[in-house]
Antibody, heavy 115, light 111 residues
């Protein structure tokens, strides 16, 4: 079955970077785009961008342009999301999701930004 | 770009029918598919409706989705609501650049 398994929780200081991974299994990795979505504590879902694992330029939400990089490694069926210059309001659960008619979601990765 | 507006919260008694709205601020609600997600505390979202009114396998037929072009809104209706349905519900669509747009989410309380 389709599975997206994300890396574990992270604690970072303001100004640092974080890189979250999302390992896919159960389907042809290069056939489906992957979204990244985050959710701050007590808040709604926020779309960050989308990447095509087979190649091509990712498409980022405007508010993250210049601060986020999404990459993929076809040899390990893994996509990555790196967010730089972290601020306290980047504290959130970060999700990857396979772009299908019915999305498949990773379990989420809590990133805490605190001094 | 457009905004999807949902009520912050709704409540209903067990066994009743509840409807959650999702209003698109500009552009036609019919121009891009609407999805609905259910999210329980501490869990990832799961799809209850996709492509306006399609139900994934495993989702009870108590859940239904629709769109209304006159009000430019989508709706999620849950009939025979029970305590298991208590969760946050979020609508989602796409803009002209295929960027994902989420509604703010609605907390459903079953009293």
């Amino acid at each position: 079955q389709v599975q997206l398994v994300q890396s574990g929780a992270e604690v970072k200081k303001p100004g640092a970077s974080v890189k979250v991974s999302c390992k896919a299994s159960g389907y042809t990795f290069t056939s489906y785009y992957i979204h990244w979505v985050r959710q701050a504590p007590g808040q709604g879902l926020e779309w960050m961008g989308i990447i095509r694992p087979s190649g091509g330029s990712p498409n980022y939400a405007q508010r993250f342009q210049g601060r986020v990089t999404m990459t993929s490694d076809t040899s390990t069926s893994t996509v990555y999301m790196e967010l730089r210059t972290l601020r306290s309001d980047d504290t959130a659960v970060y999700y990857c999701a396979r772009a299908e008619r019915v999305y498949n979601w990773g379990q989420g990765t809590l990133v805490t930004v605190s001094s | 770009n457009f905004v999807l507006t949902q009520p912050h919260s709704v409540s209903e008694s067990p066994g009743k029918t509840v409807t959650i709205s999702c209003t698109r601020s500009s552009g036609s609600i019919a121009s891009n598919y609407v999805q609905w997600y259910q999210q329980r505390p501490g869990s990832a979202p799961t799809t209850v409706i996709y492509e306006h009114n399609q139900r994934p396998s495993g989702v009870p037929d108590r859940f239904s989705g629709s769109i209304d072009t006159s009000s430019n809104s989508a709706s999620l209706t849950i009939s025979g609501v029970n305590t298991e349905d208590e969760a946050d519900y979020c609508c989602q669509s796409y803009d002209t650049n295929n960027h994902v747009v989420f509604g703010g989410g609605t907390k459903l309380t079953v009293l």
